[in-house]
């Protein structure tokens, strides 16, 4: 053996040992974030391989976090849909999809992102770090996206959906406008309470169109007088859009009664 394959055999050695030692570190930077320990190492190391990493004589761009941040974006999407129907069962279909392109939108889980630290962790070649992608949007956005994936991939279903509950969902307040998550309804019997005022009453005032897709119509009343009307797909939505327009009501003339 020449002294130039042996330095050669003796370089690669050394690189991976280094390599195994920086996945080692990378395994508990994370578990100090999130209490998991991934079965699969090279999963979570590709879960953090920008494309600018490769090794191009021993890797192929499928070898970056690509792939995974395809897999976590649909399970993100799954896990989210699945919180928003439980927690919001009054809402339409087309009201759920605009609070869950809130949450898992670019902007929304780059910060999240950003609080993780993921950015720091990201494995980057000199062009990245010269591109100062640690900080892009779009990039900790896909980290995000693709350390789902791993662990979806690495410890099913539960897991990722812990991460998502546990990083984003429980600050889903924040994301989300709060007229688009407020339980009008409930407002308006708990105002009624706190003044003396008997329960509202909500009333069918009319349904119209198909059974598979009917449109309602429904009236609040409160200490005998309508103060609110709402249509919804269904009678929920068509409750709480009354509610809305009732406590908007009750705010302006309180509003007028004390600059008067």
Known sequence: MTS?????KISHKISRLLFRDKKACLGDKIYRLFPYRFQDPDLLNQAFLHASAIDPETQTRDDSYERLEFLGDAVLE??????LFHKFPDYSEGKLTQMRSKLVNRTTLSKVSTKLGFGDLMILGR?????NLRTLHSVLSDLYESFTGALYLDGGYQVASDF???????????YIPAPDTQNYK?????YCQKNGLPEPVFKVISENGPEHGKDFEISVIVNGEVYGTGTGKNKKSAAQEAARFALGRIREEE???SSS
């Open 4 to 8: 130039q394959s042996l330095f050669r």
């Open 186 to 190: 409930g407002n308006l019997y708990e």
């Open 164 to 174: 998502i509950h546990q990083t984003l969902l429980i600050n889903h307040h924040k």
């Open 255 to 257: 509003k007028n009664q």
């Open 78 to 83: 799954l896990v989210v849909s699945r919180f």
């Open 127 to 131: 062009g990245g770090e010269k591109d």
